[in-house]
């Protein structure tokens, strides 16, 4: 696996899409090129951190439903992110210990902190693997996965915030190619950036990302229902993140917590099963 023993070019003078997002989090592992691009963001949508963080709690919500209820031992995230309690690895482990975690992303602070990333329970596993979602073929072969995963059992294929930074058409091709080898019963996890709830809210943020060198496509439903063509979609199907719980069924207590405070969703949440 690779790790940061050596010298990791950290590439401090240019922006990028994870460190941007920790930053919204509330994370310190950023440098003053992603704060000058999340502040760029964060005019064109004021209520990003609550888009960022709540990425962050449906990638929580799914990973734990697929572990709990489904039985799903094998998890495959690409565009990790730097790392963020919880990590998939550890919402995965609540229920079972012995789950399995590859995490993928290019960012070489990612990479720096990647031995973060990989103390989880002692029954599972957790590498890493510095790759590209461009590059899927290299992921699928990488050793880390090959020796991690079975790929004739279920795999959860979590592409959290990630497809919309690949503009065109491509992106669907490289996301048949994650879903290819992936035994039947495995499952896609995504959120994705869209204009159909707040089109000038979205288009401005896409703006302000290519304004700071990162390409960036918004898509609307019927974009994003492509990814999941040949995949029977779990309930609640295709909605706002903030509306994606387990069969529909949003929890009361969060229900009142957040009614008449949310501000118009940014992105689509789903997670559809493999024929």
């Not at 000058?36 to 990425?55: C, L, M, T």
């Not at 919500?61 to 709990?68: F, G, K, N, T």
């Not at 969060?254 to 969703?265: I, K």
Request: hydrophobic share 40%; glycine share 8%.
């Amino acid at each position: 696996m690779p790790h940061a023993d050596g010298p990791v070019d950290l590439q401090q003078d240019q922006p990028h899409s994870a460190r941007i997002y920790d930053y919204f989090l509330g994370g310190q592992d950023n440098y003053a090129a992603d704060r000058a691009a999340a502040e760029k963001i964060e005019q064109a949508i004021p209520s990003v951190r609550a888009v960022a963080r709540g990425n962050r709690q449906f990638m929580v919500r799914a990973v734990r439903h697929l572990s709990a209820e489904l039985g799903v031992r094998q998890f495959l995230d690409i565009g990790t992110g730097i790392p963020t309690v919880p990590n998939l690895h550890q919402a995965a482990q609540e229920s079972t210990p012995d789950a399995r975690v590859v995490y993928v992303d290019n960012d070489p602070l990612v990479l720096a902190h990647a031995r973060a990333l990989l103390v989880g329970r002692p029954e599972g596993r957790t590498r890493y693997v510095a790759a590209d979602v461009t590059e899927p073929e290299r992921i699928l072969a990488a050793p880390e996965v090959r020796q991690t995963l079975n790929f004739d059992e279920p795999v959860a294929l979590s592409l959290i915030a990630l497809c919309h930074f690949v503009p065109g058409e491509r992106i669907y091709e490289i996301v048949d190619t994650l879903l290819a080898p992936l035994a039947s019963g495995s499952y896609l996890v995504m959120t994705h950036l869209t204009t159909d709830f707040d089109p000038q809210m979205v288009e401005g943020t896409v703006q302000a990302y290519r304004a700071s060198g990162i390409e960036m496509e918004a898509r609307d439903r019927d974009g994003v229902g492509r990814f999941f063509q040949d995949m029977d979609l779990l309930d609640p199907g295709i909605v706002a993140i903030e509306r994606w719980f387990p069969g529909g069924v949003e929890p009361e207590v969060t229900r009142l917590a957040s009614a008449g405070q949310e501000p118009a969703a940014a992105g689509y949440a789903a997670v559809g099963r493999k024929r």
